[in-house]
């Protein structure tokens, strides 16, 4: 098997080159034809000046040229920064800026939307605009190309497996997203091990329906890949849409988010005799919804898991074990060791609260230009602790659970103060400083609340500036502008006097959470 992900594509195409690699709305890519746009794209990558290492993003839903784009970009020698289709202009502008990228694919529509935000961009060179209709924008300093003219002579390449393959950009506690780098050893051995214990194989037709910007829905291509399966690109508009393609592709396996699962599992399945497996990761799934889950998919293996993008899949849990660990988040995946440590870093007993940390080839490298944060997250193991003869980086995931006598771990809280919402990790600065630029606002907090369907809800109590007379709905707007739907809260909040402060003066975040805890509970 290849080391480099993108020969993922190249080895099953040698193996299967009719097999069905890719579907979107009803038409079919097999393995020969996706192997010959990814090397055709890659040489035009190239041909565009691009050099080994740049960046190359992605802002398309998912469909065929985003997936070509993205293995193109690897196959290239470069990196590639999927972003998710839904955010606003003014955060892919932040992304792009941040990790200099030099290559940006993108449709027609979405070029017009960014386009005034493209000027501090300055690393940005070329523009590959994937729809030929109508007349692109003239950007002073990029030049802007159709997708259909991006080819070029073949190149020979130096790459190997400890090169950066990708940047996936999380919300962090706080500031902006993060751009967690990930070498091609990072992608293929997830996409390894996933397969492993999903016992994925080349009949499979797994259904993708989370953004390939979050590891969770990257992992779908790599995983397909791997195996050789069929990988069918789906932009849904409701979750009935997802019911009724399981029925007409035949498809073998699903991965989604415990919101999503909330609200599939109210609805009517049928019959799904093709369903060989689904998958939760990005929080806990209620016990109600895994339930109704069971009942409704009888013959279908579920399996609960977690994560976190720097070390993109740490634990799942055997769906025999449903029935005795309903609450727990499993043991370690295949080739990865999930380790339960004090502060110290000295091992916690069976049952005493500790961090969760991760050792292994899952690592990532870092964060892209962020030497503070990476030594925060990535850091040495004592040998003296773990029993290693020199010290090995593994990720810290600042979230504490605690491990029972047989090995299973079970969630307890994360220590920082980011938001699960959806599924998604939002960072509460960012919604603040959203806030805080209507000139309306003296304070601001964001909180993530316990939400039924959402996970967390997204709360945020406010001040305003004397003279003010404003109402909720002004800064509901604001939110609606300028973020992604996800990031929008559902609840706004404001009072008449100062916030209450900790010892340190800064906002009590946590006594202002504590507050709001119920604030959802009557909510079916």
């Not at 990930?182 to 214990?197: E, F």
């Not at 634990?315 to 499993?330: A, F, K, M, V, W």
């Not at 316990?450 to 967390?456: A, E, S």
């Not at 001040?463 to 706004?492: G, R, W």
């Amino acid at each position: 098997m290849t080391d480099l992900i993108h020969d993922l594509i190249f080895s099953a195409a040698d193996r299967s080159p009719d097999a069905a690699a890719l579907s979107y709305q009803n038409q079919w890519m097999h393995y020969q034809t996706l192997a010959t746009e990814v090397a055709t794209k890659a040489n035009g990558f190239q041909a565009l000046g691009l050099a080994r290492g740049e960046r190359v993003a992605v802002y398309l839903e998912k469909r065929f040229e985003a997936v070509i784009a993205l293995f193109a970009a690897s196959a290239a020698g470069s990196v590639f920064v999927p972003v998710n289709p839904v955010l606003k202009p003014e955060q892919v502008r932040y992304i792009l800026a941040d990790c200099n990228v030099r290559i940006l694919v993108t449709s027609l529509e979405r070029l017009k939307l960014l386009q005034k935000e493209l000027a501090s961009c300055h690393n940005l060179h070329t523009i590959a605009v994937i729809d030929s209709k109508g007349e692109s924008p003239v950007i002073p300093g990029i030049t802007v190309v159709n997708w259909d003219e991006v080819n070029g002579a073949r190149s020979v390449l130096t790459t190997i497996d400890s090169d950066m393959a990708a940047i996936i950009y999380t919300s962090g506690s706080t500031g902006k997203p993060k751009g967690v780098v990930l070498s091609h050893r990072n992608l293929m051995a997830g996409a390894k091990s996933v397969t492993q214990y999903l016992q994925n194989r080349a009949d499979d037709r797994i259904l993708t329906i989370l953004p390939l910007s979050f590891d969770y829905g990257l992992s779908q291509l790599t995983t397909a890949f791997y195996a050789g399966a069929t990988n069918i690109l789906m932009n849904y508009l409701l979750p009935r849409d997802i019911i009724r393609t399981v029925g007409e592709q035949q498809v073998t396996g699903i991965a989604a988010v415990p919101p999503l699962w909330t609200q599939l599992a109210q609805l009517d399945w049928g019959a799904t005799p093709s369903l060989r497996y689904i998958t939760s990761s990005g929080g806990a799934l209620p016990r109600p919804a895994l339930d109704r889950l069971r009942t409704a998919l009888p013959n279908t293996k579920i399996f609960l898991m977690y994560g976190f993008t720097e070390a993109f899949r740490s634990t799942y849990l055997e769906p025999q074990e449903l029935d005795r660990r309903p609450d727990s988040i499993g043991k370690a995946i295949p080739n990865a060791e999930v380790l339960v440590l004090r502060e110290d870093g000295s091992h916690c007993a069976p049952g005493e609260p500790g961090e969760l940390v991760h050792r292994g080839a899952l690592v990532a490298m870092g964060y892209w230009n962020n030497a503070e944060k990476t030594a925060a997250c990535f850091k040495p193991l004592k040998p003296r602790h773990s029993g290693l003869t020199i010290p090995e980086i593994a990720a810290w995931s600042g979230d504490t659970v605690r491990m029972d006598p047989d090995g299973y771990l079970y969630f307890i809280e994360r220590r920082d103060e980011m938001i699960k919402t959806s599924g998604y990790r939002v960072s509460p600065t960012e919604i603040e400083e959203v806030i805080y630029a209507t000139g309306y606002v003296v304070e601001a907090i964001a909180c993530g609340i316990p939400h039924p369907t959402l996970g967390q809800a997204i709360a945020v109590i406010v001040t305003l500036k004397e003279d003010i007379q404003i109402d909720a709905d002004a800064l509901f707007n604001a939110c609606k502008q300028h973020l992604p739907a996800y990031m929008v809260p559902s609840h706004i909040e404001i009072r008449a006097h100062c916030l209450p402060k900790n010892p340190n003066g800064k906002v009590d975040r946590k006594y202002l959470s504590q507050q709001l805890q119920q604030l959802f509970d009557d909510l079916p």
